[in-house]
């Protein structure tokens, strides 16, 4: 199985300020035939189901908020809040696609300082 | 409005069944593969199982599952209703969790766009 480590496991963000997560894949999540990362970023607010946020490592799904990118390829990925806002208090988790079975980050929590 | 509305959750002892039920609408549900995830108290997220949207291939790979429920979870659709399952059976402790029934993406189904609030789960005697 393909194991999946996130860091941090928390961080405290200042309102306004830049949020980084970090993924880390045991083998390569991209694809050769078409060149696409199997990777996922989702969002899970307290007592919410998970949120997709971005797919194919860097593509927004739609009505997400643009303050939210992902980036990377291959074995590394990151995902940004540009500007953290108070609704984006949460957990974060990473999960691959690339094979069965599908895996997901233990998670990172984000929280205001 | 696309929805994903799950049922059957409930407690069972050690040993037992439960059939995990989820009713999809608002869009095709033919055109998408379906999962069912699974989140055990305060943990992360854990992958169960998988359904493609091919219900007439007998081919192994339309249905996938986790190792730690193979042989006793058994996943299934039923696209004349709309509906997804989830048959537990030889339930044990390490089971207990909140189920979610996902919408695999369009794009990429092994990724999840559409969730459900989730059904609990709790295995105790």
């Known amino acids: 199985d393909i194991v999946m480590t996130q860091s941090p496991d928390s961080l405290a963000v200042s309102l306004g300020e830049r949020a980084t997560i970090n993924c880390k894949s045991s083998q390569s999540l991209l694809y050769s035939s078409n060149n696409k990362n199997y990777l996922v970023w989702y969002q899970q607010r307290p007592g919410q189901p998970p949120k997709l946020l971005i797919y194919w490592a860097s593509t927004r799904q739609s009505g997400v908020p643009d303050r939210f990118s992902g980036s990377g390829s291959g074995t590394d990925f990151t995902l940004t809040i540009s500007s953290l806002q108070a609704e984006d208090v949460a957990v974060y988790y990473c999960q691959q696609h690339y094979s069965t079975p599908q895996t997901f980050g233990q998670g990172t929590k984000v929280e205001i300082k | 409005e696309v929805q994903l509305v799950e049922s059957g959750g409930g407690l069972v002892q050690p040993g037992g069944s439960l059939r995990l039920s989820c009713a999809a609408s608002?869009?095709?549900?033919?055109?998408?593969?379906m999962h069912w995830v699974r989140q055990a108290p305060g943990k992360g997220l854990m992958w169960v199982s998988r359904v493609t949207n091919d219900e007439t291939t007998n081919d192994a790979s339309s249905i996938t599952y986790a190792d730690s429920v193979k042989g006793r979870f058994t996943i299934s659709r039923d696209n004349t209703k709309n509906m997804l399952y989830l048959q537990m059976n030889s339930l044990r402790a390490d089971d207990t969790a909140v189920y979610y029934c996902a919408r695999g993406l369009a794009t990429a189904m092994g990724a999840f766009d559409v969730w459900g609030q989730g059904t609990v789960v709790t295995v105790s005697s």
């Open positions: 608002g869009f095709i549900f033919t055109d998408y593969w």
